[in-house]
């Protein structure tokens, strides 16, 4: 499908400025791709300098003075070195945005050969390029919009090389949203609108980088001429000063200008606006009665008929009164024509239009479910991916599109989002090592990374229940082998040829047993299982064993324990001396030799008072 809307640029007037508008949304980026320096144009749009890309080379269109605009001479282009695949990754805050590209070829290259390309927004396939281009878009460029949802806090674009054309872009325009407009309150938020015509009947090219004109969304209108058929062709414009009420109100924000100018003819008016079959199309319709002429219901009808179905009958002045806007809506359903045809059949008086929108409701594709986005974004920078192999924007979105090279997806099971199933690296002359967020790739089968120069240890997360065949054979790892990798599934186990060591878990072995292949061999330090060496008992690999450190785990506990209870043992006998009164025998020896010095202090007294009595003295020691 070829979601491709093209808005060749046209010389128009300039017109007077009005004063800013109320509007509640802030967020807006202008991107000069392929410029270093910012810029403020014409239109007071501050345009910020090339940015958020993920590679590509810069350059200029080779007829600089054929373009008014600085943002318009200037390019971004993607060769092949860069990968198959880049984009333009934006931070923004979650919400509705007006995304606007302006991509110009202009032999820059000097090939005088217009690129084939496609660009996806949010992983979904929204423009293709083909060559040959028609000679006009070549020289002058085309811009190309849309309005889409970001979720997940960051716009991914992305372009897509095919052969070895490389895709370009010399602008991009993101301006935030009122997320209700056009009715994604009934639509919902799963579906991106890709315009494929605004007109403003009775107007030249208008709105932000075309005039002065305001528009809140940022919205450019274009003339409805190229698109009249038939009588329609001779149609008469009408346009007024007058301000029309009912104008620049949310959702949508319609600006009043588009009101001021409107085409009418006596009998049928008639548009044909082509687009791409299978889709469905959002029209809207906007009138306003800006012909002071008509003055009362009635005066005025006419039936809207798209694809020569009768939409409704429109009676302005019924609806909203004079100078007053009224629009209203209407859904294509799979459209089998490459042409949509819009038909205003008068009823009373002349039909008349001030503007007409038509967007293709593209779907929004599945996208890789967002923790299995940030696992491979995570491997991306640990194992050095060259950019040669496009690992940009979402890992396997657009489902049109391969996913990134050497990935494999698939839909996960409620078929809600795509899961990443193989990685097939082996001899891509990477560097790095392996993140342990690829634990999160809970759907992994079969990781091949072999023949590259990987180190580091293998992450305790690679051991996912769902991998039955790892080969991470001829690389540098380091370590031992997780654990966790025996509470897999693994029918094929190569390890063979990195700097592994200790002991293999007999489980992970027992792979080959049950009819699987493993392949442990060139990794000296590894042990434990045949033909492999035994571990020594206690010493393994220059430092203690696993057994070695239990038994001093166990000699530890045991001399601790005996110190315990010789201490217990020491508490408890003092503790019968304190309460049970008993004397150490250094106590009792010094009683006893107290109790004979108080008796013979005794006799003495006894001696001596005798003697006073006039007693004979007897001799103590007669001999």
Same mark, same amino acid.
């Given at each position: 499908?070829?979601? %491709?809307?093209?808005?060749?640029?046209?010389?128009? !007037?300039?017109?007077?400025?009005?004063?800013?508008?109320?509007? !509640?949304?802030?967020?807006?980026?202008?991107?000069?791709?392929?410029?270093?320096?910012?810029?403020?144009?014409?239109?007071?749009?501050?345009?910020?300098?090339?940015?958020?890309? =993920?590679?590509?080379? =810069?350059?200029?269109?080779?007829?600089?003075?054929? $373009?008014?605009?600085?943002?318009?001479?200037?390019?971004?282009? $993607?060769?092949?070195?860069?990968?198959?695949?880049?984009?333009?990754?934006?931070?923004?805050?979650?919400?509705?945005?007006?995304?606007?590209? $302006?991509?110009?070829?202009?032999?820059?290259?000097?090939?005088? +050969?217009?690129?084939?390309?496609?660009?996806?927004?949010?992983? @979904?396939?929204?423009?293709?390029?083909?060559?040959?281009?028609?000679?006009? %878009?070549?020289?002058?460029?085309?811009?190309?919009?849309?309005?889409?949802?970001?979720?997940?806090?960051?716009? *991914?674009?992305?372009?897509?090389?095919?052969?070895?054309?490389?895709?370009?872009?010399?602008?991009?325009?993101?301006?935030?949203?009122?997320?209700?407009?056009?009715?994604?309150?009934?639509?919902?938020?799963?579906?991106?609108?890709?315009?494929?015509?605004?007109?403003?009947?009775?107007?030249?090219?208008?709105?932000?980088?075309?005039?002065?004109?305001? *528009?809140?969304?940022?919205?450019? #209108?274009?003339?409805?001429?190229?698109?009249?058929?038939?009588?329609?062709?001779?149609?008469?414009?009408?346009?007024?000063?007058?301000?029309?009420?009912?104008?620049?109100?949310?959702?949508?924000?319609?600006?009043?200008?588009?009101?001021?100018?409107?085409?009418?003819?006596?009998?049928?008016?008639?548009?044909?606006?082509?687009?791409?079959?299978? %889709?469905?199309?959002?029209?809207?319709? +906007?009138?306003?009665?800006?012909?002071?002429?008509?003055?009362?219901?009635?005066?005025?009808?006419?039936?809207?008929?798209?694809?020569?179905?009768?939409?409704?009958?429109?009676?302005?002045?019924?609806?909203?009164?004079?100078?007053?806007?009224?629009?209203?809506?209407?859904?294509?359903?799979?459209?089998?024509?490459?042409?949509?045809?819009?038909?205003?059949?008068?009823?009373?008086?002349?039909?008349?239009?001030?503007?007409?929108?038509?967007?293709?409701?593209?779907?929004?594709?599945?996208?890789?479910?967002?923790?299995?986005?940030?696992?491979?974004?995570?491997?991306?920078?640990?194992?050095?991916?060259?950019?040669?192999?496009?690992?940009?924007?979402?890992?396997?979105?657009?489902?049109?599109? *391969?996913? #990134?090279?050497?990935?494999?997806?698939? @839909?996960?099971?409620?078929?809600?989002?795509?899961?990443? =199933? &193989?990685?097939?690296?082996?001899?891509?002359?990477?560097?790095?090592?392996?993140?342990? &967020?690829?634990?999160?790739?809970?759907?992994?089968?079969?990781?091949?990374?072999?023949?590259?120069?990987?180190?580091?240890?293998?992450?305790?997360?690679?051991?996912?229940?769902?991998?039955?065949?790892?080969?991470?054979?001829?690389?540098?790892?380091?370590?031992?082998?997780?654990?966790?990798?025996?509470?897999?599934?693994?029918?094929?186990?190569?390890?063979?040829?990195?700097?592994?060591?200790?002991?293999?878990?007999?489980?992970?072995?027992?792979?080959?047993? +049950?009819?699987?292949?493993?392949?442990?061999?060139?990794?000296?330090?590894?042990?434990?299982?045949?033909?492999?060496?035994?571990?020594?008992?206690?010493?393994?690999?220059?430092?203690?064993?696993?057994?070695?450190?239990?038994?001093?785990?166990?000699?530890?506990?045991?001399?601790?324990?005996?110190?315990?209870?010789?201490?217990?043992? $020491?508490?408890?006998?003092?503790?019968?001396?304190?309460?049970?009164?008993? %004397?150490?025998?250094?106590?009792?020896?010094?009683?006893?030799?107290?109790?004979?010095?108080?008796?013979?202090?005794?006799?003495?007294?006894?001696?001596?008072?005798?003697?006073?009595?006039?007693?004979?003295?007897?001799?103590?020691?007669?001999?």
């Amino acid at each position: 499908m070829s979601f %491709l809307v093209l808005f060749l640029l046209s010389l128009a !007037p300039l017109f007077h400025s009005s004063s800013p508008l109320p509007y !509640p949304y802030n967020t807006s980026f202008h991107i000069d791709c392929g410029s270093s320096t910012p810029s403020t144009d014409s239109y007071n749009i501050s345009w910020l300098p090339d940015k958020f890309f =993920t590679g590509g080379s =810069t350059s200029v269109v080779s007829e600089p003075l054929h $373009f008014h605009l600085q943002h318009e001479k200037t390019l971004r282009y $993607f060769p092949l070195s860069s990968g198959k695949k880049n984009c333009y990754n934006i931070p923004l805050p979650a919400g509705r945005y007006y995304i606007r590209t $302006f991509t110009v070829y202009d032999n820059y290259d000097g090939k005088s +050969h217009s690129p084939s390309f496609d660009a996806s927004v949010e992983g @979904t396939l929204v423009f293709s390029w083909r060559s040959p281009w028609p000679e006009s %878009l070549t020289r002058d460029g085309a811009y190309s919009d849309l309005f889409a949802f970001v979720k997940d806090g960051q716009l *991914d674009l992305c372009f897509y090389s095919i052969a070895t054309n490389p895709p370009v872009i010399a602008s991009l325009e993101v301006v935030q949203i009122d997320p209700l407009s056009y009715n994604s309150a009934q639509t919902g938020d799963s579906y991106i609108l890709v315009n494929y015509g605004r007109l403003s009947p009775g107007s030249s090219q208008w709105g932000p980088g075309f005039t002065s004109d305001p *528009d809140a969304f940022g919205r450019s #209108w274009q003339s409805d001429s190229d698109y009249r058929a038939g009588k329609s062709e001779s149609a008469k414009v009408i346009t007024t000063k007058e301000k029309i009420t009912g104008t620049e109100k949310a959702p949508n924000y319609f600006p009043m200008k588009l009101y001021q100018s409107a085409v009418t003819i006596e009998g049928r008016l008639e548009y044909e606006l082509p687009v791409d079959a299978k %889709l469905d199309y959002l029209v809207w319709f +906007h009138f306003a009665e800006i012909d002071s002429t008509v003055k009362k219901a009635g005066e005025r009808v006419f039936d809207v008929l798209v694809n020569d179905k009768n939409v409704s009958r429109v009676d302005i002045l019924k609806e909203v009164g004079s100078f007053a806007a009224y629009s209203l809506n209407y859904t294509e359903k799979n459209l089998s024509s490459s042409v949509l045809n819009v038909k205003l059949s008068p009823v009373a008086g002349a039909p008349l239009i001030c503007g007409l929108e038509n967007y293709a409701m593209v779907s929004a594709d599945l996208a890789t479910v967002p923790e299995q986005v940030v696992a491979m974004k995570a491997l991306k920078d640990s194992l050095c991916v060259p950019d040669r192999m496009g690992w940009n924007g979402d890992p396997c979105a657009p489902t049109d599109w *391969d996913a #990134w090279e050497g990935v494999t997806c698939h @839909t996960n099971k409620n078929g809600t989002g795509l899961v990443i =199933t &193989q990685i097939e690296l082996g001899s891509q002359g990477l560097k790095g090592y392996i993140s342990e &967020q690829i634990s999160l790739l809970s759907n992994l089968i079969n990781l091949n990374l072999s023949t590259n120069s990987l180190d580091g240890t293998l992450p305790i997360g690679l051991g996912l229940k769902s991998l039955a065949r790892l080969d991470l054979s001829d690389n540098q790892f380091s370590g031992s082998i997780p654990e966790s990798l025996t509470s897999s599934n693994l029918q094929l186990v190569r390890l063979n040829n990195n700097l592994l060591e200790g002991r293999v878990p007999e489980e992970l072995y027992s792979v080959g047993v +049950h009819g699987g292949t493993i392949d442990l061999s060139g990794n000296k330090g590894l042990c434990g299982v045949p033909p492999l060496p035994d571990c020594p008992l206690f010493w393994e690999n220059g430092r203690l064993s696993k057994g070695g450190k239990i038994a001093i785990g166990l000699s530890c506990f045991l001399f601790v324990a005996v110190l315990l209870l010789v201490i217990y043992l $020491f508490c408890i006998r003092r503790g019968r001396n304190d309460y049970d009164f008993g %004397l150490p025998s250094d106590l009792i020896f010094a009683a006893k030799r107290n109790r004979y010095q108080r008796q013979k202090s005794l006799m003495l007294l006894e001696m001596e008072s005798q003697h006073a009595k006039g007693l004979p003295s007897v001799p103590l020691n007669p001999h």
